[in-house]
């Protein structure tokens, strides 16, 4: 495993790409990307209220989404498990359309 795991690394490499390092800090990146990343998506989904173009519903709906990413997330980067992985993944996967759905829903 081990072995297609460097011929993968040594593929993207020479394609140009970025990955995650090998080393100690592989954790700590992933723990830093999945919490401050969602983080900051809250703030994000207040903007469109801010700015007069969607009302309270739309913006209470993407806080309460955007928590539970957030709480998704933490829990992947602290738990560092396929389970929560997964988890985190289908929690993405939700957030965004249901955000885009409720701007469009209450939209002004």
């Given at each position: 495993?081990?072995?297609?795991?460097?011929?993968?690394?040594?593929?993207?490499?020479?394609?140009?790409?970025?990955?995650?390092?090998?080393?100690?800090?592989?954790?700590?990146?992933?723990?830093?990307?999945?919490?401050?990343?969602?983080?900051?998506?809250?703030?994000?989904?207040?903007?469109?209220?801010?700015?007069?173009?969607?009302?309270?519903?739309s913006t209470v709906?993407?806080?309460i989404t955007g928590s539970i990413f957030f709480y998704f997330s933490e829990r992947f980067a602290f738990r560092r498990s396929n389970v929560a992985a997964r988890q985190a993944l289908a929690a993405s996967i939700v957030y965004l359309p249901a955000v885009f759905i409720l701007m469009m829903l209450t939209k002004k």
């Open positions: 495993m081990q072995e297609f795991e460097t011929e993968k690394r040594e593929d993207y490499a020479r394609a140009g790409y970025l990955v995650l390092p090998l080393d100690d800090r592989r954790e700590q990146f992933v723990m830093w990307q999945s919490s401050v990343a969602s983080l900051a998506l809250n703030p994000c989904s207040m903007i469109p209220v801010i700015t007069g173009d969607s009302g309270l519903v709906g993407a806080f």
